[in-house]
């Protein structure tokens, strides 16, 4: 079986620890993800990305060519609040690995 890990999981994940971050990091995590899970597919394209960024806006933003935390988004970025919201559908051996990668 193939897995699909869609942008929104990479942004909310790798943006948890960090202000912002760039299509180059996202995809060097898609190669490291890639790379080193069997069977997992990281969605990263600029139309996944913009998607998200627009279907998620207390959360994601743009500036400078980069996506950014959105003002007021600290909750949004709570780890209880991403783990329900984002990595639920993970399964979890698969989520682990997934999560050690981005949060490298």
């Not at 898609?30 to 139309?47: A, G, L, Q």
């Not at 909750?75 to 981005?102: A, G, M, Q, R």
């Amino acid at each position: 079986m193939c897995y699909e890990i869609d942008s929104e999981i990479v942004l909310a994940n790798f943006l948890r620890s960090k202000e912002n971050c760039s299509f180059v990091d996202l995809i060097n995590l898609k190669r490291s993800i890639e790379s080193s899970i069997y069977n997992v597919y990281v969605d990263v394209t600029k139309n996944s990305v913009f998607t998200s960024v627009e279907n998620h806006p207390k959360m994601f933003s743009w500036a400078n060519e980069k996506i950014i935390k959105s003002k007021n988004s600290e909750t949004y970025f709570e780890p209880h609040f991403i783990d329900d919201y984002f990595n639920n559908d993970i399964e979890d051996k698969i989520k682990e690995k997934v999560l050690s990668i981005i949060n490298k």
